[in-house]
């Protein structure tokens, strides 16, 4: 008699993505150990403390990144996982900058308080007319995850998105158009002012002082307005690197599509979006706006499984691969000093 109940043999990797599983096995190492052998001193933080262990820190976080890469390969998990691994990088990096400026320098990367706030990437250069390494870091990462940066690993976007989620869903008060507008108007402020600080020579103090009223202007956006509204107010208008993350986005091959075959035009993807980045015209276009950042939350909101990250335009879903890529830099940014 056959048994009732067949007990189906145990397999490790039935589940396993394949394609996540080499991507997030090969590239924190393949970005891990050039830092290591390259840049002196060591930008990894345990060889900073423990000389000889960058290789127990690089098989760790290639561990976790593996296990990561599963995990956010899953769609039903991305929205939910998302938040919380973008949020822990940001704990451990505003982590390491107290620690860095209280306890021990070899937190920081080079031993010299840098403050936190995005716009200095852009705007510290220009007035002091040096010191180009962040926003050639910046680029870098532009170039791999494209505007991905603004949803995945910057150490801010994390509060803002968090006080957004505050509210169950985003309550839209300006047009896309007010937004373009005000973000540019931004970034030209900041351009403008940094270059007008250089050429009057303001003291180091005076700068100080109006870099730091900037980032806590947009800890207020952040905790008023994003957080009464339920999209990220602060990263899509005022923050001047987000503006450019997105303009430099038009020349990342991904996009956000939606079939319409298959698209029941429910909307509920659309409020999904804290980055205001798909609104119903957006869904009846096939496209997400020009605002999107490449979060892939919506992907875990749709029941039709409309929405795909297309490359080039292909009709095959580019996710896996694009998160895989994702979660192995954030692992390799987990290893590294801060500012
Ligand atoms: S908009 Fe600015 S603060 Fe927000 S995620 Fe992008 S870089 Fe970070
Ligand atoms: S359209 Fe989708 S992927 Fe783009 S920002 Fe909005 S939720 Fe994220
Ligand atoms: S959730 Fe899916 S089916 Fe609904 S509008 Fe969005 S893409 Fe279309």
Same mark, same amino acid.
């Given at each position: ?47 900073? $403390?423990?000389?000889? @262990?960058?290789?127990?820190? +690089?098989?760790?976080? /290639? ?7 599963? &995990? ?10 998302? &938040? %919380?691994? !973008?949020? $822990? ?31 200095? #990437?852009?705007?510290?250069? #220009? ?21 991905? !940066? *603004? ?16 509210? %169950? ?7 896309? %158009? ?25 003291? +180091? /103090? ?7 009223? $900037? ?19 602060? *990263? /899509? ?19 956000? %599509?939606?079939?319409?075959? @298959? ?7 659309? /409020?999904? *979006? ?15 706006? !020009? ?27 580019? !996710? +896996? ?19």
């Amino acid at each position: 008699m056959k048994p009732l109940i067949t007990k189906k043999p145990w397999h490790p990797f039935k589940e396993l993505n394949y394609t996540a599983f080499f991507i997030t096995l090969l590239l924190p190492p393949f970005i891990l150990v050039p830092v290591h052998l390259f840049v002196k001193p060591s930008m990894l933080l345990a060889e900073r $403390f423990f000389p000889g @262990t960058w290789w127990l820190e +690089i098989a760790l976080l /290639t561990i976790y990144a593996v296990w990561l890469g599963q &995990v956010m390969a899953k769609t039903g998990n991305i929205g939910k996982v998302r &938040v %919380k691994y !973008w949020l $822990f990088f940001s704990i451990i990096f505003f982590g390491q900058f107290i620690l860095g400026l209280t306890v021990n320098s070899k937190f920081l990367m080079s031993g010299n308080l840098h403050l936190p706030i995005p716009a200095l #990437i852009i705007g510290a250069p #220009i007035y002091r007319g040096e010191g180009f390494f962040m926003p050639l870091l910046l680029l870098s990462t532009l170039a791999i995850v494209g505007p991905g !940066w *603004c949803s995945h690993l910057c150490y801010i976007g994390a509060w803002d998105n968090a006080s957004a989620r505050h509210k %169950k869903r985003p309550k839209k008060t300006i047009t896309r %158009k007010q937004t373009l507008i005000l973000r540019y108007a931004m970034l030209a402020l900041v351009v403008v002012a940094a270059a007008l600080m250089n050429y009057f020579n303001v003291p +180091i /103090t005076a700068a100080f002082v109006i870099a730091l009223a $900037f980032g806590l202007f947009g800890v207020f956006l952040m905790l008023y307005y994003s957080r009464r509204l339920g999209y990220m107010f602060h *990263c /899509t208008t005022y923050c001047p690197v987000g503006s450019l993350v997105t303009l430099l986005g038009k020349l990342y091959p991904l996009r956000v %599509k939606i079939d319409q075959n @298959t698209c029941t035009a429910c909307n509920i993807c659309s /409020t999904e *979006c804290r980055y205001d980045a798909l609104t119903p015209i957006d869904i009846k276009s096939g496209s997400a706006g !020009w605002n999107c950042t490449l979060c892939g939350d919506c992907l875990s909101s749709c029941h039709a499984s409309s929405i795909r990250f297309s490359f080039f335009g292909s009709r095959k879903n580019a !996710w +896996i691969i694009y998160i895989s890529i994702v979660v192995a830099l954030h692992a390799g940014f987990l290893a590294l000093a801060r500012l």
